[in-house]
């Protein structure tokens, strides 16, 4: 089973992502459904903005065994008023400096 962690925005982490997202890593619901049920190793919070902890906290999970780095809807959602401005950013961080993990997306399932 592939292990997955989750970074959610720090801003918008009590209004959205955890009820959803993480009902998708357990079911292999929505993004997740080419990959099937997965275990949750663990969470964090970007680190504020401009995503200050980012890397430095998806290198964490990954040392904690995540094969998957999932960024929550929280991050790239707007539909509630959450969404950050910083996402391009944090996503091309991720993708230059975790090169053997995958980062996905959970509203455009981009990396998968």
């Known amino acids: 089973m592939l292990k997955v962690g989750l970074i959610g925005c ?32 663990g969470c964090f919070t ?29 991050i790239h959602h707007a539909g509630d008023g959450c969404g950050c401005p910083y996402y391009e950013n944090i996503r091309k961080e991720l993708d230059k400096q975790l090169k053997s993990v995958i980062i996905i997306d959970t509203v455009t399932n981009s990396g998968m």
């Open 10 to 41: 720090s801003l918008c982490q009590d209004k959205c992502w955890e009820n959803k997202d993480f009902l998708a890593v357990r079911e292999g619901e929505g993004v997740f459904k080419n990959v099937g049920a997965a275990e949750l190793i």
């Open 46 to 74: 970007c680190g504020g903005c401009p995503g200050k902890q980012v890397v430095d906290r998806a290198r964490l999970l990954v040392k904690g065994g995540a094969d998957i780095i999932a960024l929550s809807s929280s």
